[in-house]
């Protein structure tokens, strides 16, 4: 028998909220009360020591009740201009509920691109992390004022589940309209069963889903076997809980139905595993014996360390890093282009900016962007 796991065991959270959660469908406006309680939630996960992030729907649902648009689809456009309305008021509820029990709120809104392309993708993750470091709260939502069609996640299941991979969180919870999977669509199968946990996500366990159940709403049980899929490969147990009523991660804490995703491996050694042997590498970065040293100890690779640069590659590239015998040390994520990690190489990080002009990361491969021989198979 297979144990679910608890709350408690979990160091990083990141919770998404649907729009039907959140707002009134009658009268557009945000359930204060239900928001209310689980603010209260994420303040004692918060107390706990948890990291703690936000992806919330919302903002055009909001939008659309201020500029009174008809209800049913919208067009692109309008689209756009109920998100640029409700964006404000989205951020505003937060921070003010969050600040209500002594967190602060970080507003954050990302495209597909941003998690897609490796240059704004560290960009983003660097931003998530010092937020987490500060011990705010990010809040985190689809840019649906400039995303298009061809460039939107369409649902922020998936969305929750990228921003968890980029957090490296290792839990991701996805509050619904439904308390998890079932064998069947509950609504049109009285005999239908909920599903506990589910080890691994087989073709079977993806012919389970449905569609979506409202116009708030893009997505569906479909969409949260994605983010399931992209959660549990990055190394992020998931689980999907019921958010109709009020404290819902209290109610899974206690131990209330659910259905959990489970992962085999961590976020820390899927990321790792992603950067040694998915990325092909596009130049080297030699390093001296006392870098190499203090590589082995878990520390970042900074430019006073570095001897040699070669290979024509952009920030956020992949490269391989090599010792002063030319062996292999691993590989990572570079912070500068080639060019610019030229003109550092051997200098103290804080000659950076008088060096290049502007403010750079003091790292020249951050040791979360790293893969050192070995450590990723764990």
């Given amino acids: ?72 689809a919208l067009r692109l456009e309008d689209s756009q201009a109920a998100a640029a309305v409700g964006q404000i008021a989205l951020a505003r509820i937060w921070a003010e509920v969050l600040s209500e029990r002594g967190m602060t709120a ?21 931003t998530i992390g010092r937020l987490l470091d ?54 049109l199968d009285p005999e239908a069963k909920l599903i506990p946990v589910v080890s691994r996500v087989t073709a079977e366990i993806e012919a389970m889903a449905g569609g979506a159940a409202s116009e708030f709403s893009r997505g569906g049980m479909f969409t949260k076997i994605e983010a399931a899929k992209i959660a549990t490969t990055a190394g992020t147990h ?37 950067i040694a042997g998915s990325l092909e590498p596009r130049g080297t970065v030699h390093v001296d014996a006392g870098a190499a040293r203090a590589l082995g100890g878990g520390k970042s690779l900074l430019p006073a360390g570095v001897t040699l640069i070669e290979g024509a590659f952009a920030r956020g590239d992949c490269v391989v890093i090599r010792d002063p015998n030319g062996s292999e040390l691993g590989r990572g994520l570079i912070a500068y282009d080639a060019a610019e990690a030229g003109q550092l190489v051997g200098r103290n990080s804080r000659e950076i900016e008088s060096i290049l002009g502007v403010p750079g990361r003091a790292e020249m491969i951050h040791r979360d962007d790293m893969a050192l021989g070995g450590e990723w198979r764990a």
């Avoid at 919770?15 to 557009?28: A, I, N, P, R, T």
């Avoid at 996960?45 to 919302?58: A, F, P, W």
Wanted: proline residues 5%; charged residues 25%; contains cysteine.
């Fill in 238 to 274: 998931m689980v999907i809980a019921d958010g109709r009523i009020e404290h819902p991660i209290a109610r899974v804490a206690a131990g209330g139905p659910c259905t959990w995703f489970l992962t085999p491996s961590n976020p820390f050694t899927s990321r790792k595993r992603w």
């Fill in 106 to 126: 970080g507003q954050i809104l990302v495209t597909l691109y941003d998690t897609e392309e490796r240059r704004r993708y560290l960009n983003a993750r660097e």
């Fill in 134 to 187: 500060m011990r705010a709260v990010p809040v985190i939502n689809e840019n649906d004022t400039v995303a298009t069609t061809e460039i939107r996640y369409g649902d922020n299941d998936r969305l929750a589940a990228r921003v968890a991979t980029m957090a490296s969180a290792d839990l991701l919870v996805l509050l619904s309209d439904i308390d998890g999977l079932y064998t069947a669509p509950p609504h």
């Fill in 1 to 72: 028998m297979t144990l679910l796991p608890t709350l408690t065991s979990f160091r990083r959270v990141v919770v998404k909220v649907g729009s039907s959660l959140l707002v009134d469908q009658k009268q557009g406006a945000v359930k204060r009360a239900w928001l209310e309680a689980l603010a209260d939630d994420l303040a004692g996960l918060h107390r706990e020591g948890k990291d703690v992030l936000v992806v919330s729907s919302g903002s055009i649902a909001l939008g659309r009740t201020v500029l009174k648009l008809p209800r049913g």
